[in-house]
């Protein structure tokens, strides 16, 4: 009997052990991805148009409200189902080498100056397209920076478009890159589809 109780009393011990704990990943919404389809921008008087997501809606900018007059062609496009925004800023060159260099630093300034401290990591990617005029380069901001994507084009001549992408939460690569890469490919189409006019 002393044996049968021993044995259980051993039993008991040993099956009340405290369970080790262990914690689950941190895990994020999944977000529904539209599907792709695309649209043509020309508004009239405009000196650009391209070919955006129908998801997207095209707003002017009303950051620079006080000088519309400088403005004029500032427009965003808003993606209201991924809680994101294209900025894109138009500015003239006016045939100046001295305009076109200074548009060219100060979009580098933004992207690598302002993006630095948060960026694990910023690739340049440099794209042509000989029979419309455009080419510029892409910046792929990798990590926890406000912007995952800037871009600017131009025709060296006359035309320069600036673009970044932003969504309206805090950077967070990790939960943000399914819709980053998604908005990824639109860029890029909006880039190839890019007419001056």
């Known amino acids: 009997m002393r044996y049968i109780t021993a044995i259980l009393a051993i039993f008991c011990m040993s099956a009340c052990r405290p369970e080790v704990y262990t914690p689950k990943p941190r895990g994020y919404y999944k977000v529904e991805l539209p599907a792709r389809q695309y649209q043509q921008f020309e508004r009239p008087g405009f000196p650009y148009s ?15 409200s006080g000088a519309k007059e400088e403005t004029p062609y500032w427009i965003n496009i808003d993606f209201p189902s991924l809680g994101g925004r294209i900025y894109l800023s138009y500015k003239l060159i006016e045939g100046s080498r001295d305009r076109l260099q200074k548009l060219i630093d100060d979009a580098y300034t933004m992207t690598v100056t302002v993006h630095d401290k948060r960026a694990d990591n910023i690739e340049e990617y440099v794209f042509h397209n000989d029979s419309t005029h455009v080419h510029g380069l892409f910046y792929n901001v990798s ?47 909006i880039l190839t589809t890019l007419r001056w006019h």
């Open 50 to 64: 391209f070919e955006y997501p129908t998801y997207g809606k095209i707003v002017n900018d009303t950051s620079f």
């Open 143 to 189: 990590g926890n920076a406000a912007s995952a994507y800037q871009f600017y084009a131009t025709d060296s001549v006359k035309h320069f478009l600036r673009g970044a992408l932003y969504f309206d939460v805090s950077p967070n690569a990790d939960s943000l890159k399914p819709v980053n890469e998604f908005l990824r490919t639109d860029i890029k189409h």
